[in-house]
């Protein structure tokens, strides 16, 4: 089983529209988690932190299942800026800076 | 965007010929990451770095090494280029707050071409 996992898409969804995207992680001491999105040809950038509690920002909703061990990023009324890939970013606990795991990401591409 | 810069943005190369890519930090981070991204593989470690002249293998080091003598620069050297290590490499730096917060930030990436 890969360390992180997500389903590469893509996912083509129209303006307005809500879309969401689960990741899945094999390691259950792992401490921090992230979204971050990346554009054709550019770097990943940080979107969003993911926090136990579930956090909110603007459109995006991300959202951790730690029975479950999966992350999740909701997308409402997405945008056709919104077109990106999202990539599941995923640190073990305290210590283990070297051991970052990257999802290989899902493409988004929102359709006018 | 953490001040990150890399170079060069572009670089074309034979087959067999050392190359150097240079990463650029301006905000005295500890950690630092050599990272390179192939279609279907995602974000790869090759090196990373824990300060001056502390660094470690990533996942797919072999063929590449990397020295770091200041906290702002951190290299990446392919010994003898081959056409696997086509790719695109990027840096990030780690950014480490209180001890429990972590946020990794990226640079702009380096195309590299060997044929």
């Known amino acids: 089983r890969k360390e992180v996992e997500q389903d590469p898409g893509p996912f083509n969804v129209p303006e307005g529209a809500t879309v969401a995207f689960n990741c899945t992680y094999s390691n259950s001491a792992s401490q921090s988690f992230f979204w971050y999105r990346q554009d054709c040809r550019k770097e990943p950038k940080l979107l969003m932190s993911v926090y136990s509690s579930g956090n909110e920002d603007g459109r995006f909703t991300a959202q951790l299942n730690r029975a479950s061990q999966y992350i999740s990023l909701l997308i409402r009324d997405s945008k056709l800026s919104d077109s990106a890939t999202y990539l599941c970013?995923?640190?073990?606990?305290?210590?283990?800076?070297?051991?970052?795991?990257f999802g290989t990401g899902t493409k988004l591409q929102v359709i006018p | 965007d953490a001040g990150i810069t890399q170079s060069p943005r572009h670089k074309v190369t034979e087959t067999g010929t050392p190359v150097t890519l240079r990463c650029h930090q301006t905000?005295?981070?500890?950690?630092m990451y050599w990272y390179r991204q192939d279609p279907g593989h995602g974000l790869r470690l090759i090196h990373y770095s824990y300060g001056v002249k502390d660094t470690d293998k990533g996942e797919v080091s072999d063929g590449y090494s990397v020295s770091r003598s200041k906290t702002e620069d951190f290299l990446l050297t392919l010994e003898s280029a081959t056409s696997s290590q086509t790719s695109v490499y990027f840096c990030?730096?780690?950014?480490?707050?209180?001890?429990?917060?972590?946020?990794?930030?990226f640079g702009p990436g380096t195309r590299l071409t060997v044929t």
């Open positions: 905000e005295n981070h500890r950690y």
């Open positions: 990030a730096i780690m950014k480490v707050q209180g001890g429990t917060s972590y946020e990794q930030y």
């Open positions: 970013v995923v640190i073990p606990p305290s210590g283990g800076y070297q051991k970052v795991t």
